[in-house]
């Protein structure tokens, strides 16, 4: 039990286009969703946190236009990656809890490379 | 500031040794996670301690708790080279939305 699908989980395209990446709880309802980057070998960066239905909490420096959070069901999460730049090259991992006392289950992350 | 300190950052073990690694955490959280990752993989989850004295084993490698130390440790017992990867400990520090701090990550490698 408790599976979260991340998709894609490759993504190589070029400067300025925006990148979806979605977050999918299985076989629960993920009432809280969280966003994170990891740069190579360091550990892992909260970027924001979702709640179904409501706007997302970004974390300080976190650029909220430039990552588009939209949680719009309780299984569901979308990181929209906007105008992307070579810096903003990371593997990007989501994960889902049922609940604030419940434990995050996380996806299987994105590697997202901008040339 | 909310911190969590593992160490140390890097370790090289032979097979068959026995080693610790250590969590020290600010938070005032009674729930400790400890998560594995392989090069180019998200996390696994290996153990999640609940209370003061928890301890939780899976083979070869054994997690315990002291809330009041604000300290757990992840102890390996003879290690074999499977158990290389990069190893987090993660405080929750609750709130409404349930949110956890990561470590900066203990790099295992076990040679031959």
């Known amino acids: 039990g408790a599976v979260v699908s991340q998709h894609p989980s490759r993504v190589i395209c070029k400067s300025g286009t925006s990148v979806k990446i979605e977050c999918r709880s299985l076989?629960?309802?993920?009432?809280?969703m969280f966003w994170y980057r990891q740069f190579p070998k360091k550990s892992l960066m909260l970027m924001a946190t979702?709640?179904?239905?409501?706007?997302?909490?970004?974390e300080q420096g976190v650029e909220k236009d430039k990552f588009l959070i939209n949680h719009a069901s309780l299984t569901l999460s979308t990181l929209t990656v906007t105008s992307a730049h070579p810096e903003d090259s990371s593997f990007y991992i989501c994960s889902a809890s049922a609940g604030s006392n419940q434990p995050q289950h996380f996806g299987d992350g994105t590697r997202l490379s901008i040339l | 500031e909310l911190k969590v300190e593992q160490n140390p950052l890097f370790l090289s073990m032979q097979e068959g040794k026995n080693y610790t690694i250590y969590c020290n955490y600010s938070?005032?959280?009674?729930?400790l996670y400890w998560y594995r990752q392989d090069p180019g993989k998200s996390l696994e989850s290996l153990f999640v301690?609940?209370?003061?004295?928890a301890v939780k084993q899976e083979g070869r490698l054994m997690a315990s708790l002291d809330t009041k130390a604000r300290l757990s440790t992840l102890h390996i017992t003879a290690a074999v080279h499977d158990l290389s990867a990069t190893y987090f400990c993660?405080?929750?520090?609750?709130?409404?939305?349930?949110?956890?701090?990561f470590g900066k990550g203990t790099k295992l490698s076990v040679k031959p």
């Open positions: 979702s709640n179904e239905g409501s706007k997302a909490t970004y």
């Open positions: 301690l609940l209370s003061n004295g």
């Open positions: 076989d629960f309802q993920a009432t809280t």
């Open positions: 938070t005032t959280s009674d729930r």
């Open positions: 993660a405080s929750y520090y609750g709130g409404s939305q349930g949110n956890l701090i």
